[in-house]
């Protein structure tokens, strides 16, 4: 496989753009190599400017949940698109896709329409604070809630609870205000609820975290924190960028049958444009400005191209759950094909699967949190992706990401991606 016109793209790129890339991770440096330029990209495939072809398991990070390039999603952009790219006024399309998600999600009474996932989840901790008057947070180490300063706070070291921050260029200060958890612990989680807990504003988590690789919650574990939050009144965050209209229609909370005071998403409701929003109990929501004293504006929010981009895929998907079911047996499949794979050439790995999202973690030991999945072997990953690119399969380029399952992937792009990996094991086991 050639990748020279991609290799001197970014070359050119790196002249004009910090480290050539717009997201630190499509860099591709914990993989060793460049990026790829993407020319374009049609069901389950991209395609990069030195005329590669790919089955995409990436998938934007999480939006193109029905495939690039689907029918309805961009027949509705055009459309938008001819009356007039933004009013910054209101229109019917906002009403339309905050109506489907308030239909869809129960513990979502009323929605505000953000521009990303990091906007979404930022707002949602701001009204915590706002509503319960308190400025502790609980995070949980390995989750990922976007880059604003709350939330880029990462465990201290030693056995002390509090913080440290986890960027250059946040204050310090930061960090007092957020208490970093291990993910699945229930001691600790009680610990700091008996500690702290009329402290604590809000608890934000990915109700299966993803950003770590996937790491699925234990079971009770969500039941917990929900039981704690309301015990001390603080207000539980469900950040469901990644799973919102993922896991099931309803999301991870559907899926886990749980109510949150304030749910994030991302990703998947904006159809591939850049959108966000968060959304919760009314008497919360009530608190957001205009209404209430927590201000948060968006000059973008509510684009009629990104909400008709969202309300076509949302709406799809309303007519069409048995895509759930049907993404969930191609997790199936993949998964027990990698398994049986990596025994047949006795290579350890341990393989964590939530419906359409899955991480293949080079580790002998069950991967439950931030610890465990740090306890990879990374370089093992590395050429791990990198062989399974040159066989047509694009890889989220880090161990601590998800492969995307979606309902544009055949038969024959899994078949094809299970042979790939049978290749890259057989050859990993004479590495
Ligand atoms: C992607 C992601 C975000 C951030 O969304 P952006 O649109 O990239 O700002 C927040 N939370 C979770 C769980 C995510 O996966």
């Given at each position: 496989m050639i990748f020279a016109k991609s290799k001197a793209a970014f070359d050119e790129a790196k002249?004009?753009?910090?480290?050539g890339v717009?997201?630190?991770?499509r860099a591709f440096k914990s993989v060793g190599t460049h990026p790829l330029f993407i020319e374009r990209a049609?069901?389950?495939r991209i395609y990069d400017i030195d005329g590669n072809e790919y089955i995409d398991?990436v998938?934007?990070?999480?939006?193109?949940?029905?495939?690039?390039?689907?029918?309805?999603?961009?027949?509705?952009?055009?459309?938008?698109?001819?009356?007039?790219?933004?009013?910054?006024?209101?229109?019917?399309?906002?009403?339309?896709?905050?109506?489907?998600?308030?239909?869809?999600?129960?513990?979502?009474?009323?929605?505000?329409?953000?521009?990303?996932?990091?906007?979404?989840?930022?707002?949602?901790?701001?009204?915590?604070?706002?509503?319960?008057?308190?400025?502790?947070?609980?995070?949980?180490?390995?989750?990922?809630?976007?880059?604003?300063?709350?939330?880029?706070?990462?465990?201290?070291?030693?056995?002390?609870?509090?913080?440290?921050?986890?960027?250059?260029?946040?204050?310090?200060?930061?960090?007092?205000?957020?208490?970093?958890?291990?993910?699945?612990?229930?001691?600790?989680?009680?610990?700091?609820?008996?500690?702290?807990?009329?402290?604590?504003?809000?608890?934000?988590?990915?109700?299966?975290?993803?950003?770590?690789?996937?790491?699925?919650?234990?079971?009770?574990?969500?039941?917990?924190?929900?039981?704690?939050?309301?015990?001390?009144?603080?207000?539980?965050?469900?950040?469901?960028?990644?799973?919102?209209?993922?896991?099931?229609?309803?999301?991870?909370?559907?899926?886990?049958?749980?109510?949150?005071?304030?749910?994030?998403?991302?990703?998947?409701?904006?159809?591939?444009?850049?959108?966000?929003?968060?959304?919760?109990?009314?008497?919360?929501?009530?608190?957001?400005?205009?209404?209430?004293?927590?201000?948060?504006?968006?000059?973008?929010?509510?684009?009629?191209?990104?909400?008709?981009?969202?309300?076509?895929?949302?709406?799809?998907?309303?007519?069409?759950?048995?895509?759930?079911?049907?993404?969930?047996?191609?997790?199936?499949?993949?998964?027990?094909?990698?398994?049986?794979?990596?025994?047949?050439?006795?290579?350890?790995?341990?393989?964590?699967?939530?419906?359409?999202?899955?991480?293949?973690?080079?580790?002998?030991?069950?991967?439950?949190?931030?610890?465990?999945?740090?306890?990879?072997?990374?370089?093992?990953?590395k050429t791990?992706f990198n062989l399974m690119l040159e066989r047509g399969v694009y890889l989220?380029p880090?161990?601590?990401?998800?492969?995307?399952?979606?309902?544009?992937?055949?038969?024959?792009?899994?078949?094809?991606?299970?042979?790939a990996?049978?290749?890259?094991?057989?050859?990993?086991?004479?590495?």
């Amino acid at each position: 496989m050639i990748f020279a016109k991609s290799k001197a793209a970014f070359d050119e790129a790196k002249k004009y753009i910090p480290g050539g890339v717009n997201s630190p991770v499509r860099a591709f440096k914990s993989v060793g190599t460049h990026p790829l330029f993407i020319e374009r990209a049609e069901g389950s495939r991209i395609y990069d400017i030195d005329g590669n072809e790919y089955i995409d398991f990436v998938g934007s990070w999480g939006p193109m949940f029905l495939g690039h390039g689907k029918a309805c999603v961009l027949d509705a952009v055009r459309k938008a698109a001819d009356n007039g790219l933004s009013f910054g006024a209101p229109c019917l399309k906002e009403t339309e896709l905050a109506k489907r998600i308030c239909d869809i999600v129960p513990c979502v009474d009323v929605v505000r329409m953000v521009n990303s996932g990091t906007e979404a989840t930022m707002s949602a901790i701001r009204l915590a604070r706002g509503f319960t008057g308190r400025d502790l947070i609980v995070k949980f180490e390995g989750c990922y809630h976007g880059h604003s300063d709350s939330l880029l706070i990462k465990a201290g070291s030693g056995a002390a609870t509090f913080s440290t921050v986890s960027s250059a260029g946040v204050p310090e200060d930061f960090a007092r205000h957020t208490l970093v958890l291990p993910y699945n612990d229930l001691d600790a989680l009680s610990d700091a609820f008996e500690n702290y807990g009329d402290m604590i504003a809000g608890v934000i988590i990915e109700p299966v975290a993803g950003n770590m690789g996937v790491v699925p919650p234990k079971d009770g574990y969500l039941q917990k924190i929900r039981e704690l939050t309301s015990e001390y009144g603080s207000v539980f965050i469900v950040d469901e960028v990644m799973t919102g209209f993922r896991l099931s229609l309803s999301g991870a909370l559907g899926l886990f049958n749980i109510d949150a005071d304030i749910v994030t998403f991302g990703k998947i409701i904006g159809g591939g444009m850049p959108v966000g929003a968060y959304g919760g109990r009314r008497e919360i929501m009530e608190f957001v400005s205009p209404q209430g004293p927590v201000y948060q504006a968006g000059t973008l929010s509510g684009n009629p191209i990104a909400m008709a981009a969202g309300n076509a895929q949302i709406e799809y998907l309303q007519n069409h759950t048995e895509i759930y079911d049907e993404v969930n047996k191609k997790g199936e499949y993949l998964e027990a094909d990698f398994l049986k794979s990596a025994a047949k050439y006795d290579i350890p790995i341990r393989v964590n699967r939530v419906g359409s999202m899955l991480s293949v973690f080079f580790t002998d030991t069950d991967v439950t949190d931030f610890k465990t999945a740090s306890r990879c072997d990374t370089e093992r990953f590395k050429t791990y992706f990198n062989l399974m690119l040159e066989r047509g399969v694009y890889l989220a380029p880090s161990q601590f990401e998800a492969l995307f399952i979606s309902d544009a992937h055949t038969d024959e792009d899994l078949e094809k991606t299970a042979r790939a990996f049978e290749e890259t094991i057989k050859i990993l086991k004479d590495c």
